[in-house]
Structure formats: C-alpha cells, structure tokens
C-alpha cells in the first residue's frame, strides 16, 4: 500500500558527500516519522537519523555534524545529506516510515530496499 523509494548511495572517497533521496508514495493520510537505518556486515542495524510530522530531527552521536536530515512534506521525500564521509560509514543504508493510511488510526511501519553507500579510497 505504500512504496519508499531510496537513491543516492554508491561508492565515494574518505571526505567526500553523498546525499540520500526516500520518496513515499501510496495510500498516505500522515507520515508520523521518517527515518535512516543502516546495517553493516556483521552488525545490527542502527538508527541513523529521523524526522518527525513537525520536522523535529534526530541524529545518532556518530553522524552529529556531519549528517542533516530534511524533508520535503508536499512530496512526501526526505533527504539525507552526508558530508565528511568516513570508512566506517559504509553499511546498506534503509528508509524507514512510520504511516497512516486513509481511514485507519493505525500506524503502520514501512521499509525501502536499501541502498549501499561505501566509503573507500
């Protein structure tokens, strides 16, 4: 009922930026919070920032001041933009929506495919 669409990830130099795109479309009456996990090998998935319906961010202490979360609400997309890359910023990176549909109190909990993001020289 709902599709989030990741882009932006890829292969990047220590130092460098990349900005990651989440796009949520479908059945959506409100997008309660949005949110970047990543997942590297041989470790749990982790949050690393999200956005709430009033634009409220929050960031994990590893990414403070080098990652900002923004959103566009009109277009349902929120953007990641990361600068001052570092090697152990190389995971699968997922978007993550918490939503209401139309004619549901429920909130219903939504994952994209991921997108890789490797930082290397």
């Known amino acids: 009922q709902v599709q989030l669409v990741e882009s932006g990830g890829g292969l990047v130099q220590p130092g460098g930026s990349l900005r990651l795109s989440c796009a949520a479309s479908?059945?959506?009456?409100?997008?309660?919070?949005m949110g970047w996990y990543r997942q590297a090998p041989g470790k749990q998935r982790e949050l690393v920032a999200s956005?709430?319906?009033?634009?409220?961010?929050n960031y994990a202490d590893s990414v403070k001041g080098r990652f900002t979360y923004s959103r566009d609400s009109a277009e349902n997309t929120t953007y990641l933009q990361m600068n001052s890359l570092k090697p152990e910023d190389t995971a699968v990176y997922y978007c993550?929506?918490?939503?209401?549909?139309?004619?549901?109190?429920?909130?219903?909990?939504?994952w994209g495919q991921g997108t890789q993001v490797t930082v290397s020289s």
């Open positions: 993550n929506a918490l939503i209401r549909h139309w004619g549901t109190n429920t909130v219903y909990d939504y």
């Open positions: 956005i709430t319906s009033d634009g409220s961010t």
């Open positions: 479908g059945n959506i009456f409100s997008i309660v919070t």
